[in-house]
């Protein structure tokens, strides 16, 4: 009953080689987030989602590209991956709404591009 | 330009004492501002939150005071135990005048509650 889920957990490889990061949130929220976690540890939003539609699009490069089948899915793909991309990416997933916007973050995928 | 600045990197704290983890922000359209808690290996887990209404909010052990003209905020952990050792990560969200409910977040400050 994990609550926000994302696979793989671990993802190790090559610079120039394209990968996918797959969430998925069973608590009935409308809103879902990618983060990244850099090696100096900060939290940075890269993309949100309300009911499929891209609402918060930080400045990341065009090689990551999110997508949304539905409101419980939200995943991530990365193209050409660089050395620089390498850092933990979260998940987290909430309900758009002034004042309580409590999100809840998944587990965190472990990427390194070597 | 860090709009939520945590600017101790650790904390430690004897069991049973209490724990004060500090946070500046500089963005005056915050007004809803929140704590999370994180394991490593696992992702941040929400503690406690409060509106630029309150200058107070209680949960149990924790409490958060807010400072508007001061633009600070500090979380207090009451009484420290060692399943607290964590780091913490303080967050702000603007004003929804602002059309976004976008979460920036704090740096983090690792706390170390010492048996």
């Known amino acids: 009953d994990t609550a926000v889920s994302q696979t793989p957990k671990y993802l190790v490889t090559q610079m120039g080689n394209d990968k996918s990061i797959k969430c998925e949130q069973n608590l009935g929220h409308d809103t879902m987030y990618w983060y990244k976690q850099d090696s100096k540890k900060f939290l940075k939003i890269m993309f949100s989602?309300?009911?499929?539609?891209?609402?918060i699009n930080e400045t990341v490069p065009n090689r990551f590209s999110p997508k949304s089948p539905d409101k419980a899915h939200l995943n991530l793909h990365i193209n050409s991956l660089e050395l620089g991309d390498s850092a933990v990416y979260f998940c987290a997933s909430s309900y758009r709404r002034q004042g309580s916007n409590e999100q809840f973050f998944g587990p965190g995928t472990r990427l390194t591009v070597l | 330009d860090q709009q939520v600045k945590q600017n101790s990197p650790s904390l430690s704290v004897q069991e049973g004492r209490i724990s004060i983890l500090n946070c500046d922000y500089t963005n005056s359209m915050f007004d809803y501002f929140l704590w999370y808690k994180k394991y490593p290996a696992e992702g941040p887990t929400f503690l406690i939150s409060?509106?630029?209404?309150?200058d107070k909010n209680e949960d149990g052990r924790f409490t958060v005071f807010l400072n508007k003209s001061a633009k600070h905020l500090s979380l207090h952990i009451v009484p420290s135990q060692p399943g607290d050792s964590a780091v913490y990560f303080c967050a702000a969200i603007p004003y929804s005048g602002a059309g976004s409910y976008q979460l920036t977040f704090g740096k983090g400050t690792k706390l170390s509650v010492i048996p």
């Open positions: 409060i509106s630029s209404i309150k």
């Open positions: 989602y309300n009911n499929k539609e891209l609402i």
